[in-house]
């Protein structure tokens, strides 16, 4: 490779690092990650049938999962 090509690679790579080190800095700065109540106070809301209804939706979607599954037949 040329001293060029490598010189380009590396500029890109710490640019990307510096927008993902400002990303982190700014989510840090203005609380995004102290969100830590959310998941704890959520289900205080959900009464038990929606609850149940969640629940049935993804047995319903891992029974649909298992039968595609088991009718794909691979090439041979």
């Known amino acids: 490779m040329s001293n060029g090509v490598i010189a380009t690679m590396l500029f890109i790579s710490i640019t990307l690092g510096a927008f993902a080190l400002f990303g982190l800095i700014w989510g840090i700065k203005n609380k995004q990650f102290e969100d830590y109540r959310k998941f704890l106070d959520g289900n205080k809301f959900d009464d038990e049938d929606a609850l149940n209804d969640a629940y049935e ?10 039968k595609q599954k088991k009718s794909y037949m691979p090439p041979d």
């Open 57 to 66: 939706l993804e047995k319903r979607k891992k029974e649909a999962l298992k």
